[in-house]
């Protein structure tokens, strides 16, 4: 059964953060990077900062939904969170 993930990934050129949804976490970072996703291909090079793990694309979608439509002070707060907990 695959696994799908949200992620956000923060730019180190201009600090900005891009959110997005894969099946394949590992192979997405690399297409962001390698300038083959055109919505980032001028911001890179890119940092992964978060990830989520769900059963289903449906649920992940849903959640990269709602993380996109909070502000970059609720992300941050987010993230750090993440980072708390995954060390």
Known sequence: MPTYYVYILKSLTDKKFYTGCTANLEK??????????????????????????????SEAMKRERRIKRIGRMEKR??????QKHSR
């Open 28 to 57: 997405r970072l690399k297409q962001h990077n390698s300038g083959r996703v055109r919505s980032t291909k001028a911001r890179r090079p890119l940092e992964l900062i978060y990830w989520e793990e769900f059963a289903t694309r």
């Open 77 to 82: 707060a987010l993230v750090q969170e993440f």
